[in-house]
């Protein structure tokens, strides 16, 4: 019997009956990890707020979550509080891993400061380690730049985005998977159904409504339109919450564009969004790189996208969709244009160009490179 245990930071709430919810492109993630380990063991954050709708319940009583009490932000004490609940987070995930094979750690994440040297000299159970974040970002932030330092210098694998000069051997080049092989074939079908002939243009973006993530920089590109490319556009789905949500929504009232504002969706529902969008934008200044343009790409979903960490490995300018040469407005305005000027020739051509690469993002494919490199 293969079990294995997982330690994140993954957001999970407890309904009023008692269900479990986390986030759910990680919990989609685990349930199709049953294919590779009988049992699943998540050490991960309980929060005490109602869950969002994107949170699923797992599909299996073969795995098993394990909370610790939720830690971290932006504040001095809540950094503190990490530290603080340090010997109680170590406590459970020693526990946790002598009812385990292996284990797998999901960084960078606040509590990795103390739990990956914790694994790393304490522990010889079988594992590897998921970097999820940017691996080449430029001036992160301490914690992180720390969590990189120990897992370069250690021998257990590392899964990291993207392919980049001096990668050490045990780091891995990794895609972060997010689509069934069902989806794959539902997107390949949609895509080749897409025109642009004779339309107005639907746009997405899909992500926390917070500065870092462009979302502020996204509206003041649409307002920088012209009338006759505004008059191209039908509507822009911006899916996603956080605090300053009424702000954007203010802000975006003043483009005189067809701003919807979702909030938080379901996994279908998001899908339905790419379905009925032309191009999902994402301004954003640091990622790994994000789910959402693989299933966005698998939809006929044209992207967007800022030019960091791997994101260019996949997207291509000009090709299957449009990179930004910087993270602004005015680059995000250039990049729309191009959009909107698209010939229906032309855009069909950007939806099929690499799709053969669309299935490195199936948890199928993942599944396999667990079994034949990781954990063989």
């Known amino acids: ?176 998977p997010c689509l069934t092989m069902q989806e794959l074939e539902k997107g390949n079908m949609f895509a080749m159904q897409k025109s642009i002939a004779e339309s107005l243009i639907d746009f997405c973006f899909v992500g926390r409504l917070e500065k870092e993530k462009g979302i502020s920089i996204l509206i003041e590109a649409f307002h920088n339109l012209s009338d006759d490319d505004k008059g191209k556009v039908r509507s822009i789905h911006i899916v996603g919450d956080g605090k300053d949500r009424l702000d954007y929504q203010e802000l975006a009232k003043k483009t005189n564009l067809n701003f919807v504002f979702h909030g938080f969706l379901s996994r279908s529902d998001v899908h339905e969004i790419y379905i009925n969008s032309h191009a999902i934008v994402l301004p954003s200044a640091s990622e790994g790189f994000p789910k959402v343009i693989a299933e966005a790409l698998n939809y006929g979903c044209i992207p967007v996208v800022s030019n960091v960490s791997g994101i260019s490995h996949y997207v291509k300018d000009n090709e299957n969709g449009f990179l930004l040469d910087a993270i602004s407005a005015k680059s995000v305005q250039t990049k729309l244009q191009n959009v909107l000027r698209l010939s229906s020739q032309d855009y069909s051509k950007m939806i099929a160009s690499r799709r053969e690469n669309i299935e490195k993002f199936t948890y199928k494919y993942y599944n396999n490179r667990i079994s034949n490199e990781l954990i063989k």
């Not at 245990?5 to 986030?23: Q, V």
């Not at 299996?60 to 987070?89: C, E, H, M, T």
């Open 1 to 176: 019997m293969k079990v294995l245990t997982i330690i994140s930071h993954t957001e999970h709430y407890k309904t009023a009956n008692g269900t479990i919810l986390g986030l759910g492109s990680t919990v989609t993630e685990i349930n199709n990890l049953l294919s590779v380990f009988d049992e699943i063991h998540h050490v991960a954050m309980l929060h005490s707020n109602p869950p969002p709708p994107s949170a699923l319940p797992y599909s299996s009583n073969k795995i098993v979550f394990i909370p610790i009490q939720a830690v971290g932000g932006s504040r001095l004490k809540d950094k503190i509080s990490i530290l603080w609940n340090a010997p109680r987070v170590i406590n459970t995930v020693r526990k946790a891993l002598k009812q385990s094979d292996c284990f797998q750690f999901r960084a960078p994440t606040g509590i990795g400061v103390f739990v990956i040297p914790y694994l790393v000299f304490f522990s010889s159970k079988k594992g590897w380690f998921k970097y999820a974040g940017n691996w080449n970002q430029k001036a992160a932030p301490m914690a992180y730049r720390f969590q990189k330092w120990m897992l370069k210098n250690q021998n257990r694998y590392v899964t990291i985005n993207g392919q980049w000069s001096n990668q050490p051997k045990q780091c891995l080049t990794f895609e972060n």
